[in-house]
């Protein structure tokens, strides 16, 4: 039967996105659709829901007078419909327009960049330029977007760590009339391989205007890489401008680190349509919310882009991050003043919940702790402790799990926003961590130097841990044995490399001794090194699955004096497996006898992997 000018065919459920999104090459814009709001005012986008219903098939036909229906809200705040725009016969094919951004996110691949006239276009270009009134330039300018992502996407693959062959000094930056919420976020941004090394090596930032934010940035990444101390001068300039970036970002004051930091990525943004491209493919989170009425039997769903993941704490109690983070995907219910009215309830359901998860993770993700509670006219500060690991694992899309090393965090030590210090801990290339603090304990002292410390002290900032610098790990394959490798890390290399033997580690197993006779290996060690002859491991892997499976610790030892025999051992410097064990943890156990003074290790365990 015939279909009337303005019936409704079907409900559109699909998933609420903004325009950004088709800006952006790695998001696939295919199925994305143009939805005309009620008051006509303007537009937004809409992309399918997973399930498939008859609002995913209407096809564009590229030529406006052949459409007879569009997406349009059916009412304020209700649900979006498929309508018809005019009068259709039975039998007759639903057509749309899907609109000028899809289509130009669709083509952009395609389009070329030389100067040839459009008449030169394969004819879906054509059709696709006409009907949706493209200009040649816009199509070029999409297309170079295009490539330029392209580019960025390919230097960040192939960058994420630091050269090898170069070595990349520390400084610290002077504090300025209270600049150290600058330093902090500025040393962590520093400390981003693929970041730096966009901005110095790329062609991409060859040709920065002086005077822009993003000149003066890429010349303090120089400062502090150099052998020489920072440019007084020129630090001066870069932090002088800081009210450019918010008006109460005035001298002598303290401000929020988080806000410093996403103002000046908009501002370099704002000076470099490239670095837009760097920000989002660095730093971008998808996240996708979905709102439920009661019973949870209808759902709305939307999908924003963030660049900072910002985790409340408010309320909550001996937390580690991932659980803050897991938490605030959870499902809640919602507010009263915030319930969303279910159009497919005629708008009478009496509550909501909301549940979110990632759509996509960054490359670098940053998670701040909302530490700041605003009480009245006073702002204080939440020293809620809150654990944090060197690596974590969270989850996008389908459940597929993406690791994380931690690479910077800003800590802010105060009683208000406007009262208090920052300072930072970097990974540096040579995987050591270290502190950078702008002000002296002494007044009229200089700026003090950086201060290596242990991966230990970095985590132990549980109360006052601000903002965390996490990069992807790319080799996942290899993420597993990330913390056994950091353990002998830490364990060897605190000394210089020298002829004395004075960097050595001991690996060792605690394998079972019996009291009577302590040198001797009990009948349960025996088995244990049967079994593993029996097992003929080869791999780091099958090793791990061989002490996790017969309840062994493995401890790891450093060096911590200059000696060069253990005495009283079978072969020199004690590296005959069982009875290297023996003299290590006997020794460790028993302080008094004589040969425990003799051990060229530490005396208690340094490191233990389970």
Known sequence: MDVSEGAILCIKKGIIINNDFLN?????SSDVR??????????????????????????????????????IEDSKDSYVVLKTTKQIKAYTEILITFGKLTWMSILRAEWTLTTDSPNNYPIIFKKAICANEITEEEAISASTNHRIQQLIVNFINTHMTW?????????ILPNIQSSCFINSVLQCLVRIPVLSRLLLESDLFQNIDDETFLSKYVSLIKMLFSNQPPNIEKVSIFV???????????????????????????????????????????????????????GHQHQSMKREIQHILQIDIENMNNCSINTL????????????????????????NSESYESCKFYKLPNILI???????????????????VEYDRYMTLTHKINESINYELIGVVVFDGTGIHAGHYVAYILHSTNKWYLIDDTSKNRGEKTPRPKEVSIATVLNNKKLAYLFFYQKIIDNHGFMQNNIIDMVIDSYGKNIPNNNNTNNVAVTLKLPLTNKSPQK?????????????????????????YIKDNSIELYFWRQYVEEDVVRNSCVGNGTCG?????????????????????DIYMKGVNHIFK
């Open 24 to 28: 952006y090459s790695d998001y696939d």
């Open 34 to 71: 143009v939805i005309n709001t009620f008051s006509g005012e303007f537009t937004y986008l809409m992309d399918n829901n997973p399930k498939t219903t008859y609002s995913n098939f209407p096809k564009d036909p590229l030529d406006p007078k052949k459409c007879n229906a569009k997406f």
């Open 163 to 171: 050269q090898t062959d170069i070595h990349y000094f520390v400084n």
């Open 240 to 294: 002088n401008k800081r009210e450019e970036l918010a008006k109460w970002f005035t001298p002598n004051i303290h401000q929020d680190a988080q806000e410093f930091l996403s103002f000046l990525l908009e501002k370099f943004c704002q000076e470099n349509a490239n670095f837009e491209f760097v920000r989002h493919y660095l730093f971008t989170i998808y996240r996708e919310s979905t709102k439920y009425c009661n």
């Open 325 to 348: 983070i897991a938490q605030s995907m959870n499902m809640k219910q919602m507010l009263k003043d915030e319930i969303w009215k279910c159009p497919e309830c005629n708008f009478e």
């Open 367 to 385: 998670v701040q702790l909302k530490r700041y509670r605003n009480s009245g006219k006073h702002c204080t500060i939440n020293n809620t402790e």
């Open 521 to 545: 290996a009990s009948p349960k060690c025996i088995e244990i090194l049967k079994n593993f002859k029996i097992a003929n491991i080869n791999t780091l892997d099958e090793f791990l699955k």
């Open 578 to 598: 069982f009875q290297l064990e023996f003299l290590l943890h006997w020794r460790a156990d028993h302080p008094k006898p004589v040969l425990s003074n003799n």
